[in-house]
Every structure is written in C-alpha cells, then in structure tokens.
C-alpha cells in the first residue's frame, strides 16, 4: 500500500513522521476523510475545499494549490487499485522543537493513505440506536480539527452502551453526532442545526440538504430540544462513512421511517450517478 507523504507516494512502511510533529504533539493541523466509490473520490472538492478553509482558519498556510492535491490522491487511489473505501487525508503545521507557540517558517506536513469500508448496508436497513451526551467540545466546531479528544471520549461511551453514535446537546439543544450530522424528522419536515461554529457543516450534510431540495422535501436549519429529539418522528445521522441511517432510543417505529428512507434513495442515486464511469 502507498500513502501520501508531502507531495510523494511512498510505501506505508517507508513513511516516518517526525516525532515533534506538531499534529503528533499538539493535535495541531486539520484532515478530511472522504469516501471512494467506483475508484473515484466522492464530492472531491468540497472536502479539498473545507480542508484549506480549516486550515485557513488556524493559520496553516498551504504552499500547494487545490489542483496539485487533488491530483496526488487521485493518483493514490489509483496506485493502490482502491475501488470501494475511503480516504484519510491530514495537515498538520508542521514540526518543530516543542513549545505551545509557532511562530514563523514552518512547513506543513501532508499525509494521506486509503483504506477499506464495509458499505453500512445493515445500519441504514434496520436503523441503529443512539445515547445523547453534553456537547462539551470547543466553540469552533466548524474547523475539522485533529483535536477529537471530546468526541472520542464520548464515541467510546456510546460503543460501550452498544450505540452507533451518540448525540450532542448542548444549552439543551441538539447539535450533531461525535462524527456526523443530526436531523430530526417532526410533521414532514426534516430539522437540523444550522451550520454556525458549533457544528462542523458535513459535506453530506450539504449534499442531502441540496437533495432535499430538489427532490421537495421540507427541511429547516434550525436547532432542535433534547425533548424534540426524543418525541420525533424520525431521526437519522449523516457523514461521510455513514452515508444517512439511524434512529436512535426508539423514536417513532424503531425502524428508519419514510423521510429517512427518501432521503438515503436520494443520496444513493446521488452518489451512483456521480461516481459513474465516464470512461
Ligand atoms: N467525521 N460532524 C462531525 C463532528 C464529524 O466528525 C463528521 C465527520 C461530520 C460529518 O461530516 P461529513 O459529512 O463531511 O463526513 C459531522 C468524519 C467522517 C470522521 O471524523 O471520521
């Protein structure tokens, strides 16, 4: 298997990371997974895009162009045959002797490699159950940030009680899963947390809302309570590895409803027509 390592396809075995890498260190730097189907990177620009505004937004400046990243993992997944998985692609600010500040003249360290998914058939057939947990992560949920200390802490929680996912509130509202987005199905209309700084704003999320609207279903991006949640109609998750399924703590039948279902046909017609060869 190749991986990525600054600008270079190299075996895995042969890529050694610094060990005052600052992302190793500090959590410091910003990453995208993204999904590979039929051999091609799903929605490839919109995570390119989201990866440069993160980093943007912690001061890594990228000295590579959109283009030229994209076109090293295009070259990846083709070198190492990937047809059905994903993609882990990470940034960080560089390295450097340990100290909390960065200073100047650092350069970023870019690291990508593939890997398998199984394809979530069975969760979004039969639904998966959720706990709920107090989002008591930072306030820039929108940068998609190494540090996951929080989510994953409560990721594990949730995979001890036997759920999926668990679901954050936070000041009594909901505002995402610890690795995907929550929409809330109440009288056919779909509600899910605005994209402000205290979600990051899922690129699936955006392609279903998009979806949604073409295809006329009623959605508002709008916070819901604790309450709202547990008394909905449907519930169900988004991201990039769990494309849309769940239903958690029995909401409505136990079992994905009708809108959820609308919606994954939706997005699974989405993601065939867009990874179709042209070739
Ligand atoms: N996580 N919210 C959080 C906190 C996430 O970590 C993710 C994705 C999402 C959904 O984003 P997208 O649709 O762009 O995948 C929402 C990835 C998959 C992960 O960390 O593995």
């Given at each position: 298997?190749?991986?990525?390592?600054?600008?270079?396809?190299?075996?895995?075995?042969?890529?050694?990371?610094?060990?005052?890498?600052?992302?190793?260190?500090?959590?410091?730097?910003?990453?995208?997974?993204?999904?590979?189907?039929?051999?091609?990177?799903?929605?490839?620009?919109?995570?390119?895009?989201?990866?440069?505004?993160s980093?943007?937004?912690?001061?890594?400046?990228?000295?590579?162009?959109?283009?030229?990243?994209?076109?090293?993992?295009?070259?990846?997944?083709?070198?190492?045959?990937?047809?059905?998985?994903?993609?882990?692609?990470?940034?960080?600010?560089?390295?450097?002797?340990?100290?909390?500040?960065?200073?100047?003249?650092?350069?970023?360290?870019?690291?990508?490699?593939?890997?398998?998914?199984?394809?979530?058939?069975?969760?979004?057939?039969?639904?998966?159950?959720?706990?709920?947990?107090d989002?008591?992560?930072?306030?820039?949920?929108?940068?998609?940030?190494?540090?996951?200390?929080?989510?994953?802490?409560?990721?594990?929680?949730?995979?001890?009680?036997?759920?999926?996912?668990?679901?954050?509130?936070?000041?009594?509202?909901?505002?995402?899963?610890?690795?995907?987005?929550?929409?809330?199905?109440?009288?056919?209309?779909?509600?899910?947390?605005p994209?402000?700084?205290?979600i990051?704003?899922?690129?699936?999320?955006?392609?279903?809302?998009?979806?949604?609207?073409?295809?006329?279903?009623?959605?508002?991006?709008?916070?819901?309570?604790?309450?709202?949640?547990?008394?909905?109609?449907?519930?169900?998750?988004?991201?990039?590895?769990?494309?849309?399924?769940?239903?958690?703590?029995?909401?409505?039948?136990?079992?994905?409803?009708?809108l959820?279902?609308?919606?994954?046909?939706?997005?699974?017609?989405?993601?065939?027509?867009?990874?179709?060869k042209?070739?």
């Amino acid at each position: 298997m190749k991986v990525l390592f600054n600008g270079r396809l190299i075996e895995r075995s042969e890529c050694a990371v610094d060990i005052e890498d600052r992302g190793y260190q500090f959590g410091d730097g910003v990453y995208e997974v993204i999904r590979i189907y039929n051999g091609i990177l799903f929605t490839l620009d919109e995570h390119i895009a989201r990866l440069y505004k993160s980093a943007a937004e912690i001061g890594i400046d990228l000295s590579f162009s959109e283009a030229e990243l994209k076109s090293q993992l295009k070259e990846l997944v083709d070198i190492n045959q990937m047809r059905e998985g994903g993609l882990y692609l990470q940034v960080t600010r560089g390295k450097a002797p340990r100290k909390h500040q960065y200073g100047a003249g650092l350069t970023p360290q870019v690291t990508a490699y593939t890997f398998p998914i199984q394809k979530p058939e069975k969760e979004q057939q039969n639904g998966v159950s959720a706990i709920t947990a107090d989002d008591m992560r930072w306030l820039r949920c929108d940068i998609k940030s190494l540090n996951l200390l929080y989510n994953v802490m409560i990721k594990q929680k949730a995979h001890e009680a036997s759920s999926f996912e668990a679901i954050l509130i936070r000041d009594g509202l909901v505002t995402e899963g610890t690795s995907s987005n929550v929409y809330v199905v109440k009288q056919n209309a779909i509600y899910t947390h605005p994209a402000t700084t205290l979600i990051l704003n899922g690129i699936t999320r955006m392609k279903v809302l998009q979806l949604c609207e073409e295809n006329g279903l009623n959605y508002v991006e709008k916070a819901v309570t604790k309450d709202e949640l547990l008394n909905a109609d449907e519930v169900f998750i988004t991201s990039t590895t769990a494309e849309a399924s769940i239903d958690g703590q029995t909401i409505g039948s136990g079992a994905p409803g009708p809108l959820t279902k609308n919606v994954q046909t939706a997005l699974q017609n989405s993601i065939l027509s867009e990874t179709a060869k042209t070739v």
